[in-house]
């Protein structure tokens, strides 16, 4: 067992369907095991928005299994930063949590080649996210 518990990252938008989708997948994909990763919505969609799940294909990242899911409060509670995207007053406060605001677009309702370029700026924040908390992502 590590001496050094895993860090806990929650990402937060909307709908979950977006934005903070991708941001979860980079950070599993790229933290390999080095960080437990949840993402939630203020008001989840129905499914993950199928540019998004394209995109991310683009670069080797499957997330065509998930679904979009409701952020709790045990959700942020559990979690040691969470990454809001969009989601305003949604989401729950609790002192001490680590709150990091990432302004991106919003790729809901976008094609492809719209998503693309937030895609690839939610992977540089991952990568300095990663950094941040002294973890050794996965090479480029």
């Not at 080095?34 to 989840?44: C, D, F, L, Y």
């Not at 976008?110 to 002294?134: F, K, S, T």
Request: with cysteine.
């Amino acid at each position: 067992m590590s001496a050094t518990p895993v860090p806990s990252v929650l990402f937060v938008c909307v709908h979950n369907a977006g934005r903070s989708q991708m941001a979860a997948a980079f950070l599993t994909h790229l933290g390999r095991g080095g960080v437990q990763v949840r993402s939630a919505g203020s008001a989840p969609a129905d499914a993950v928005n199928p540019a998004v799940v394209e995109a991310l294909d683009e670069v080797g990242i499957d997330i065509s299994a998930e679904t979009p899911k409701v952020l709790t409060v045990e959700a942020v509670r559990e979690s040691d930063v969470v990454v809001t995207m969009g989601c305003g007053d949604a989401c729950p406060y609790f002192p001490g949590k680590r709150y990091l605001d990432w302004r991106l677009d919003d790729p809901a309702g976008q094609g492809v080649a719209a998503v693309r370029p937030i895609r690839d700026r939610i992977e540089h924040l991952v990568r300095e996210l990663l950094a941040d908390l002294g973890i050794e992502g996965a090479a480029a």
